[in-house]
């Protein structure tokens, strides 16, 4: 029996959460008693393999096949692998190319499947995990049933594994079945490559779906503008298209590091706080004093955006326009 | 050509709630269509405007409640629309992402559509993993978290770009029939008109037990068991500025300036 961890690469570099799914795997696999094995596929394996080579890996499974990290390779590897290794447990990040390949494989694998795992445990032999519902308004323990499984585990929530390891690294023995491999990745291209860089700002002025109306975006503009500072936002935004992409601060947006955060009818969804949660100083404005955002602020007002505002904009001598 | 648009009903919970046994409390409940899929309906009704004799039938696995809901996706266009429905799944706390897609492979596999639009996630289970399970459950190829289709009836091949954290979208190439799940932002989800509206109360909306398909509720996983539930422990450490707004805002400006913003 083992645990198998899956590695995630990108344009020739392993992705973080690779090396966090590691540490959530090994912690399973000691649970369990049991090894820790990691599979990688595609791109330069070997290269790979030494890197994932961390202390607490027992195997390492190397699929050489393509340069990139391609799902349907990676859904036929790991079955063939599941069956040959005896693997109980598959590890898998939850990002979105880990999310393209988990469910499959679950359903390959005929398991069940649990996504965005935060907490992993075993408890009669079998895998609780932790993880949110309704947004993050509320968090609950899914046990789930059998001793085969397939979990995904949300990035940043487990360390990622360090110290050199001893592994013992394989090149896998599978038939990649290219009639099978019906979605090819012709390219990548970065988004919104505008002429600002909301990564290089001091103070980001960042807005959220609060805001309400494209309208009412002069406000923080006026804001941004009294406080020297540059104008983000989260994704609904972006969305709505009333900002260009490259002002999206999150997962799928930049991630970014300013002195000073002001987040303005931000809610903070996990996707959001993933790009913000390194700013020196955050400061949260938004009517529900419960809104996740507040978790991860340092200082907040509970209040309305449409009053807060403009007494802040008045505050710096900027003018406050009419919305 | 058909358009296959899985569509659910998520519940949204009200900023102050309570948590009883096992789910929130219905009273704090708002029901509504699950903001993905509404992208995913968008999509598919565009594929109907820009080509000929195309169908866009919608599917959804919920309750009588959920009928109201799926109204909005045949107001906005979409011609007819499946309701699938147990009582095996009645009392099921988490229905998992693989029961979900064994019943909808089921349909699939009865409305032999081109394309499965699917959302990327729902709202209220995020389990971002339904539409992938039914690719492979029906054997179709697929792509997950796309933000852009390029995509003519008849073609063969669609092309796409899938949304990867931190800015960059991947180009990829699908062949079709395909299961493609679809992130916001991908179109502008139009607004029903009121013909619309009217129009929907007609078409046809058919519901489906488990055994209409062959199915009964022995052939689903529904293996994940919710054990608990509660508002996560929060580590919070923020210092909130009381007072009316310009108050709060004055103690703010003090802030800031302590950190030569503004200065």
Same mark, same amino acid.
């Given at each position: 029996?083992?645990?198998?961890?899956?590695?995630?690469?990108?344009?020739?570099?392993?992705?973080?959460?690779?090396?966090?799914?590691?540490?959530?795997?090994?912690?399973?696999?000691?649970?369990?008693?049991?090894?820790?094995?990691?599979?990688?596929?595609?791109?330069? &394996?070997?290269? /790979?393999?030494?890197?994932?080579?961390?202390?607490?890996?027992?195997?390492?499974?190397?699929?050489?096949?393509?340069?990139?990290?391609?799902?349907?390779?990676?859904?036929?590897?790991?079955?063939?692998?599941?069956?040959?290794?005896?693997?109980?447990?598959?590890?898998?990040?939850?990002?979105?190319?880990?999310?393209?390949?988990?469910?499959?494989?679950?359903?390959?694998?005929?398991?069940?499947?649990?996504?965005?795992?935060?907490?992993?445990? &075993?408890?009669?032999?079998?895998?609780?995990?932790?993880?949110?519902?309704?947004?993050?308004?509320?968090?609950?323990?899914?046990?789930?049933?059998?001793?085969?499984?397939?979990?995904?585990?949300?990035?940043?929530?487990?360390?990622?594994?360090?110290?050199?390891?001893?592994?013992?690294?394989?090149?896998?023995?599978?038939?990649?079945?290219?009639?099978?491999?019906?979605?090819?990745?012709?390219? /990548?291209?970065?988004?919104?490559?505008?002429?600002?860089?909301?990564?290089?700002?001091?103070?980001?002025?960042?807005?959220?779906?609060?805001?309400?109306?494209?309208?009412?975006?002069?406000?923080?503009?006026?804001?941004?503008?009294?406080?020297?500072?540059?104008?983000?936002?989260?994704?609904?935004?972006?969305?709505?298209?009333?900002?260009?992409?490259?002002?999206?601060?999150?997962?799928?947006?930049? &991630?970014?590091?300013?002195?000073?955060?002001?987040?303005?009818?931000?809610?903070?969804?996990?996707?959001?706080?993933?790009?913000?949660?390194?700013?020196?100083?955050?400061?949260?404005?938004?009517?529900?004093?419960?809104?996740?955002?507040?978790?991860?602020?340092?200082?907040?007002?509970?209040?309305?955006?449409?009053?807060?505002?403009?007494?802040?904009?008045?505050?710096?001598?900027?003018?406050?326009?009419? &919305? | 050509?058909?358009?296959?648009?899985?569509?659910?009903?998520?519940?949204?919970? #009200?900023?102050?709630?309570?948590?009883?046994?096992?789910?929130? #409390?219905?009273?704090?409940?708002?029901?509504?269509?699950?903001?993905?899929?509404?992208?995913?309906?968008?999509?598919?009704?565009?594929?109907?405007?820009?080509?000929?004799?195309?169908?866009?039938?919608?599917?959804?696995?919920?309750?009588?409640?959920?009928?109201?809901?799926?109204?909005?996706?045949?107001?906005?266009?979409?011609?007819?629309?499946?309701?699938?429905?147990?009582?095996?799944?009645?009392?099921?706390?988490?229905?998992?992402?693989?029961?979900?897609?064994?019943?909808?492979?089921?349909?699939?596999?009865?409305?032999?559509?081109?394309?499965? +639009?699917?959302?990327?996630?729902?709202?209220?289970?995020?389990?971002?993993?339904?539409?992938?399970? +039914?690719?492979?459950?029906? #054997?179709?190829?697929?792509?997950?978290?796309?933000?852009? +289709?390029?995509?003519?009836?008849?073609?063969?091949?669609? @092309?796409?770009?899938?949304?990867?954290?931190?800015?960059?979208?991947?180009?990829?190439?699908?062949?079709?029939?395909?299961?493609? @799940?679809?992130?916001?932002?991908?179109?502008?989800?139009?607004?029903?008109?009121?013909?619309?509206?009217?129009?929907?109360?007609?078409?046809?909306?058919?519901?489906?037990?488990?055994?209409?398909?062959?199915?009964?509720?022995?052939?689903?996983?529904?293996? +994940?068991?919710?054990?608990?539930?509660?508002?996560?422990?929060?580590?919070?450490?923020?210092?909130?500025?009381?007072?009316?707004?310009?108050?709060?805002?004055?103690?703010?400006?003090?802030?800031?300036?302590?950190?030569?913003?503004?200065?």
């Amino acid at each position: 029996m083992a645990v198998l961890a899956l590695a995630e690469h990108r344009r020739g570099e392993l992705r973080d959460p690779s090396f966090e799914v590691l540490t959530a795997g090994r912690d399973l696999a000691d649970a369990l008693d049991t090894d820790l094995h990691a599979i990688v596929t595609g791109g330069d &394996v070997d290269e /790979f393999a030494a890197e994932l080579n961390r202390e607490g890996v027992d195997v390492i499974h190397t699929v050489d096949h393509g340069e990139e990290f391609t799902q349907d390779v990676t859904v036929q590897a790991v079955e063939a692998l599941a069956a040959e290794r005896d693997v109980a447990h598959v590890l898998v990040p939850n990002t979105v190319n880990g999310l393209a390949t988990a469910p499959a494989l679950a359903e390959r694998l005929d398991r069940p499947l649990a996504t965005d795992a935060v907490e992993l445990a &075993v408890e009669d032999d079998g895998v609780v995990v932790t993880r949110e519902f309704h947004g993050g308004k509320t968090e609950g323990t899914v046990a789930v049933d059998g001793p085969e499984t397939v979990i995904s585990v949300r990035p940043g929530e487990w360390p990622a594994a360090e110290g050199a390891g001893d592994a013992e690294i394989l090149a896998a023995d599978v038939e990649i079945d290219e009639s099978r491999v019906r979605a090819t990745v012709t390219g /990548f291209q970065e988004v919104g490559a505008g002429d600002v860089d909301i990564t290089e700002a001091d103070v980001l002025v960042s807005v959220g779906r609060g805001i309400e109306e494209e309208e009412n975006l002069v406000l923080v503009e006026a804001l941004a503008d009294a406080l020297d500072a540059t104008v983000s936002s989260s994704r609904p935004i972006v969305d709505n298209e009333w900002l260009p992409p490259d002002r999206q601060v999150g997962q799928s947006g930049k &991630v970014v590091t300013p002195d000073v955060y002001l987040a303005i009818g931000i809610s903070g969804a996990v996707q959001h706080v993933a790009g913000m949660k390194g700013s020196d100083t955050i400061v949260a404005i938004n009517t529900d004093a419960s809104a996740p955002i507040f978790d991860i602020a340092d200082y907040g007002i509970e209040g309305d955006l449409f009053e807060v505002v403009p007494a802040l904009i008045e505050e710096f001598g900027g003018e406050v326009p009419d &919305v | 050509m058909k358009v296959l648009v899985t569509v659910s009903e998520v519940a949204t919970v #009200d900023d102050e709630f309570e948590i009883e046994e096992l789910g929130v #409390d219905p009273r704090y409940l708002t029901y509504d269509l699950n903001e993905w899929d509404d992208y995913a309906v968008e999509e598919a009704v565009q594929l109907a405007e820009a080509g000929d004799d195309v169908e866009v039938v919608t599917v959804t696995i919920g309750p009588e409640r959920s009928e109201e809901t799926i109204r909005q996706a045949l107001a906005k266009g979409a011609d007819r629309a499946i309701r699938v429905w147990d009582e095996a799944l009645e009392d099921v706390a988490v229905l998992d992402p693989m029961t979900k897609a064994r019943v909808l492979a089921a349909v699939v596999e009865d409305e032999e559509p081109d394309l499965v +639009l699917s959302g990327v996630q729902t709202g209220d289970d995020s389990f971002g993993a339904t539409g992938v399970a +039914l690719a492979s459950a029906v #054997d179709f190829a697929w792509a997950a978290v796309v933000n852009h +289709l390029d995509y003519e009836v008849g073609d063969d091949v669609a @092309t796409v770009h899938r949304e990867l954290e931190g800015g960059v979208e991947e180009l990829a190439e699908v062949a079709v029939p395909a299961v493609l @799940t679809i992130q916001t932002g991908i179109n502008e989800p139009r607004y029903a008109s009121l013909r619309g509206i009217r129009q929907a109360q007609s078409k046809p909306l058919d519901v489906q037990a488990l055994a209409d398909f062959g199915l009964s509720g022995e052939d689903l996983p529904l293996d +994940l068991d919710l054990t608990g539930l509660a508002v996560p422990e929060v580590e919070s450490d923020v210092q909130f500025f009381t007072g009316d707004a310009t108050d709060a805002a004055g103690q703010l400006a003090e802030l800031l300036r302590e950190k030569g913003v503004g200065a």
